[in-house]
């Protein structure tokens, strides 16, 4: 049948356009999926969706569509923690590596997701494989106190597809923002997102609830779900859905973060990451606080939960 009919609705500018029911977005994402629309239609959704944002009602039917179509990890023992990483370094060394292997040396089973978006990225799986972590090509169970991680077209190849519209283009598309928000587990997960514009939380926020997800949300670094090691962000959880404030966001930034590497090249982050969990330098507060706000909330979603 074609998208032609929903981007009529969506492309008419930013005061002309109409918001998608849940189930015309979830059939809307759902043809592209499936390899049902011309490179052209992608290309004008993409665009269309990026002049008139996502409402909640729309997220979560292209969330719909994503989790009922993309290759999911077998529930863990524990509540697996998932992490997307699309970013990676720009000015700062990538953390999410070194979040991961905190976590789970708690005991977490913890899954990254990702793949390059933006060319000359210091990418959090790329750290990771230089820590001697291998990445994954199908999903599998991961054991608690380990890390998994997998490229996002090993879950769907039509979704990498949708991110890699980003190089033709030059900007990101609402498939970038269904990346950070889903869960590629089949039993219980909480998902660590950010966001970087504020205009983007009530939407996060309302869409975790109508989701009755349970999520931790913070302002991120450079795209990035690790914490800036330098501030102490407002922290929001979402268990089941219902809403919590962890912890307000405190003024003022750190002058310095010690053995915080000013290079961020993939050996020189891999070394600092070794070098902190083997106690030769300590781990940044900022990020020690956000381990916390993750282990709180595993301890709050059971093992049976949907």
Known sequence: ???????????????????????????????????NVTDLEIGAFCLAMRIKGETPEEMCGFLDAAHSRMALFPASDRPVIVLPSYNGARKLPVLTPLLALLLAREGLPVLLHGMRTEARRTLASDVLLALGVPALTAPE?????????????????????????????????????????????????VVVTSYTHPEYYDMLQATFGALHMTALLSRGLEGEVATDPRRTPRYDAFVAGVHQLLQEQQPGTAADVPG?????????????????????LPVPPALAQQVEHILHLAAQTPPHAP
């Not at 929903?6 to 759902?30: C, N, V």
């Open 260 to 280: 915080l590497p000013t290079e961020i090249d993939i050996d020189t982050t891999a070394r600092y990451t070794q070098d902190v969990l083997d106690g030769r």
């Open 141 to 189: 169970k991961i054991a608690n106190g380990s890390v998994a991680h997998i490229e996002t077209g090993y879950l769907h190849a039509a979704l990498a597809r949708l991110l890699k519209v980003r190089e033709v283009v030059g900007l990101r598309n609402a498939g970038h923002s269904i990346v950070k928000l889903m869960n590629p587990c089949a039993g219980p997960a």
């Open 1 to 35: 049948m074609g998208i032609s009919q929903y981007i009529k609705e969506i492309g008419r500018g930013p005061r002309g356009s109409k918001p998608l029911t849940r189930e015309q977005a979830a059939d809307l994402f759902g043809q592209l999926l499936d390899g």
